[in-house]
């Protein structure tokens, strides 16, 4: 029975003990309910910061040698459509001319503006060392395209396998030449192994397969075509059993190509190459150049950045150190002629001007 003062009023005790006890209760729901709005408001914020951090994009960087070379331009399509695909934000930079200090610089210059991930196509396989390893010891990777480096500082390395692509050029030499004259060799410069991986493996073996041709070079051009025409004219004049030139790359093969035309002897001395440039292209038509090796720039753009997004999204941004690896991945190259540069398979190792 409850309590009640003399007039009906509950008792004092009454209402004291009423005033205790809805307080505690009511505290008790107010702190629940805050400790609900506290975990639902951590919630959301870890879930809003974790939107946050997926929806923005990783900066990776690919520094190019030669920017402006059709090779360098096919890679960047494919990158570049790679790094579409993948919600990445890529920048591309490098030379626009033949120097490796120059591409030392954009390198240096591209590291220091703090990318997620690198990517460098070297011009040489040297001078890289105190580079890269830095940027991997801190966490960013970098991925090699189209050439190796010593010491092997990098992530991976895509590059062609340019012994086997200048090594199966023997049987298309023996077949043009009867395995008999001079063979020279028109290349880029001395101590790029990109460039001299493309004939060093073959001499021996047409040496031993065709021990009646002659082969004489390498002489050097530069990668420039006036330069390729100046030395292979000299080599059209001192040697006048010459049959067959070797350029190593496209300008060597478009500048040897006018100093055969020039000379007169397109009937007799016959020209093979690497790569699968334009120009080079135009003379595979018109019959001018009898063969070249076609490598597959685009695909090599492809994998290099889906390699550093892979390893990014996979660890973190700013994981380090980043383990460096002396693994190759070689991408195909095809052996393109007059026959076949029509094709469905010729036209995928052609390379492009602009995207």
């Not at 040496?207 to 002659?214: A, C, D, F, V």
Request: proline share 6%.
């Amino acid at each position: 029975m409850r309590r009640t003062s003399q007039n009906g009023a509950p008792s004092p005790r009454s209402s004291a003990q009423n005033r205790g006890q809805a307080p505690r209760k009511h505290r008790k729901h107010k702190i629940t309910g805050a400790l609900s709005v506290l975990v639902a408001a951590l919630a959301f914020v870890a879930s809003t910061s974790t939107a946050a951090e997926s929806a923005t994009p990783l900066n990776v960087t690919f520094v190019s040698a030669l920017i402006n070379d059709s090779y360098f331009v096919t890679i960047k399509c494919g990158a570049m459509a790679e790094a579409k695909s993948l919600g990445v934000h890529l920048t591309w930079t490098g030379p626009t001319s033949n120097s490796v200090s120059a591409e030392l610089s954009a390198f240096q210059a591209a590291s220091v503006t703090n990318p997620d991930g690198m990517i460098l196509a070297p011009f040489s396989n040297t001078g890289w060392s105190g580079v890269i390893k830095p940027l991997m010891q801190k966490g960013v990777p970098v991925v090699l395209s189209g050439e190796t480096i010593t010491p092997p500082d990098g992530l991976t390395t895509f590059i062609s396998n340019f012994l086997a692509g200048g090594n199966s050029l023997a049987g298309e030499i023996g077949k043009l030449t009867g395995g008999k004259g001079t063979m020279a060799i028109v290349a880029d410069t001395t101590g790029n192994k990109t460039d001299s991986d493309r004939y060093t493996g073959l001499i021996p073996i047409l040496k031993k397969r065709y021990p009646n041709l002659k082969i004489v070079g390498p002489y050097y051009a530069s990668n420039s075509t006036s330069m390729a025409a100046s030395v292979t004219s000299s080599i059209i004049l001192a040697q006048p059993n010459l049959s067959l030139v070797y350029a190593s790359s496209g300008p060597e093969a478009v500048g040897s190509a006018s100093a055969i035309a020039a000379a007169h002897d397109s009937s007799k001395i016959k020209l093979i190459s690497f790569d699968s440039s334009p120009p080079q292209i135009t003379l595979l038509k018109q019959g001018k150049l009898a063969a070249t090796i076609g490598q597959s720039p685009y695909l090599t753009g492809v994998l290099d950045v889906k390699a550093d997004v892979d390893y990014l999204r996979a660890h973190g941004v700013g994981k380090g150190p980043v383990p460096a690896s002396a693994g190759l991945t070689y991408t195909p190259t095809v052996l393109l002629t007059p026959q076949n540069v029509n094709s469905a398979l010729g036209k995928k190792y052609q390379y492009l001007t602009h995207c």
